[in-house]
T-cell receptor
Framework: GQNIDQPTEMTATEGAIVQINCTYQ??????LFWYQQHAGEAPTFLSY????GLEEKGRFSSFLSRSKGYSYLLLKELQMKDSASYLC????????????FGKGTRLSVIA | DAGVTQSPTHLIKTRGQHVTLRCSPI?????VSWYQQVLGQGPQFIFQ???????GRGNFPDRFSARQFPNYSSELNVNALLLGDSALYLC?????????????????FGAGTRLSVL
């Protein structure tokens, strides 16, 4: 299978840091993507990781461990507008699917 | 520059009808993918087209079909609609299709077509 697991919901406080985890099956792994999706809107691309390590983009960072089948998205200095669903998506070498998405993590930022 | 555009934005159909959804990719992108997203779930892959050829197909029945035109725009057709087809249908475009170059295969999504089947 190509199970991708991420928490269903998280709540964090404005100004804080939150880490959203994603685990996946390692066999045939090619790369991992993170998308943000506000309610009723399209997913927007945040970052992708191919090699182990941390990719930083402003307040958002994404980490990958290929051997562990593990990634996380780190959001710093949380703002109310960060309330959204965060989708972890994996590209596998085998198969004919460009991306397989997890179910998403719904993040609520509270004051 | 325009992003991925989809039409219509909303659609209401009854069971048994068919529907055609349209997508225009970002200028310069040659690959289009279609996804179905039901409430509370991540997008589920339906089709990918690159250079007008089907490059991938998800686990959807034959009632679903698609094509890509010479200008790289695309249509998704669904026949004999069922209640369970009610969903947000997302189109995504990328520079290329395939998995060799992830940087060139980043998918950029349109706002989607929300289909309600009554």
């Amino acid at each position: 299978g190509q199970n991708i697991d991420q928490p269903t919901e998280m709540t964090a406080t404005e100004g804080a840091i939150v880490q959203i985890n994603c685990t996946y099956q390692t066999s045939g792994f090619n790369g991992l993507f993170w998308y943000q999706q506000h309610a009723g809107e399209a997913p927007t691309f945040l970052s992708y990781n191919v090699l182990d390590g941390l990719e930083e983009k402003g307040r958002f960072s994404s980490f990958l461990s290929r051997s562990k089948g593990y990634s996380y998205l780190l959001l710093k200095e949380l703002q109310m507008k960060d309330s959204a669903s965060y989708l972890c998506a994996v590209s596998w070498v085998s198969g004919n699917t460009p991306l397989v998405f997890g179910k998403g993590t719904r993040l609520s930022v509270i004051a | 520059d325009a992003g991925v555009t989809q039409s219509p934005t909303h659609l209401i159909k009854t069971r048994g009808q068919h529907v055609t959804l349209r997508c225009s990719p970002i200028s310069g992108h040659k690959s289009v993918s279609w996804y179905q997203q039901v409430l509370g779930q991540g997008p589920q892959f339906i089709f990918q087209y690159y250079e007008k050829e089907e490059r991938g197909r998800g686990n959807f029945p034959d009632r679903f079909s698609a094509r890509q035109f010479p200008n790289y725009s695309s249509e998704l057709n669904v026949n004999a609609l069922l209640l369970g087809d009610s969903a947000l249908y997302l189109c995504a475009s990328s520079l290329v299709g395939g998995i060799r170059s992830l940087a060139k295969n980043i998918q950029y999504f349109g706002a989607g077509t929300r289909l309600s089947v009554l």
